[in-house]
């Protein structure tokens, strides 16, 4: 079946400039994670959304970053005037629930000049 | 509060010799444990989980895990490693029961294992 899947799978951007990042986690995952990770490091915790629940935002970097999740659907990282330091790989993660593995989409490479 | 700790940020190994890639968990109850590969280039994959019932778990790629409750470990191990099992490993941890919407899994900051031909 179809995994998670991230898009765009690049994303230049000029400083300033807001972005879209968008992950469709797989059908029936009421669990949904984004991470970011920079080069050759570790995994940063952003947001969890878990089925009708409020969303754990205790990740976000700062109010430039903010998340939605449609249903138990699609999800959008929005990241306003960004930042040279936004620079990473945003990784989208689902799971049956949290109790499960997750399965990871490719990422979202951004890149602000 | 839950935490999960890999003390070496990078492992060497030879081809051919055994591997080890620790991890150690804090939680206030019963763990549920995870490892999880992400190869060069290339996406996060799970390998294992332990919930419940036999120490030894066996995972994707050879790759088997002991979970150890008294010295709060799970580490994965795997008896003859491979050039291409070089990737970053990261182990992950969630208490068994949520006590607040917060409740998550937590991911260790990963460890490098590079296998030396």
């Known amino acids: 079946g179809a995994g998670v899947s991230q898009s765009p799978s690049n994303k230049v951007t000029e400083k300033g400039k807001d972005v879209e990042l968008r992950c469709d986690p797989i059908?029936?995952?009421?669990?949904l994670y984004w991470y970011r990770q920079r080069l050759g490091q570790g995994l940063e915790f952003l947001i969890y959304?878990?089925?009708?629940?409020?969303?754990?935002k205790s990740g976000l970097p700062s109010d430039r970053f903010s998340a939605e999740r449609t249903g138990e659907s699609v999800s959008t990282l929005t990241i306003q005037r960004t930042q040279q330091e936004d620079s990473a790989v945003y990784l989208c993660?689902?799971?049956?629930?949290?109790?499960?593995?997750?399965?990871f989409g490719p990422g979202t490479r951004l890149t602000v000049t | 509060a839950q935490s999960v700790a890999q003390p070496e940020d990078q492992v060497n190994v030879a081809e051919g010799n055994p591997l080890t890639v620790k991890c150690t968990y804090s939680?206030?109850?019963?763990?549920?444990l995870f490892w999880y590969v992400q190869y060069p280039n290339r996406g996060l994959q799970f390998l294992l989980k332990y919930i419940t019932g036999d120490n030894l778990v066996k995972g994707s790629y050879g790759f088997e895990a002991e979970f150890n409750k008294s010295q709060t470990s799970f580490h994965l191990k795997k008896p003859s490693a491979l050039v291409s099992d070089s990737a970053l490993y990261f182990c992950a941890v969630r208490e068994e029961f949520m006590k607040t919407s917060y409740d998550k899994v937590i991911f260790g900051p990963g460890t490098s294992l590079s296998v030396i031909p």
């Open positions: 993660a689902s799971s049956l629930d949290d109790l499960y593995e997750q399965y």
């Open positions: 959304f878990q089925g009708n629940s409020a969303p754990d």
């Open positions: 059908s029936g995952h009421t669990a």
């Open positions: 939680v206030s109850g019963n763990p549920y």
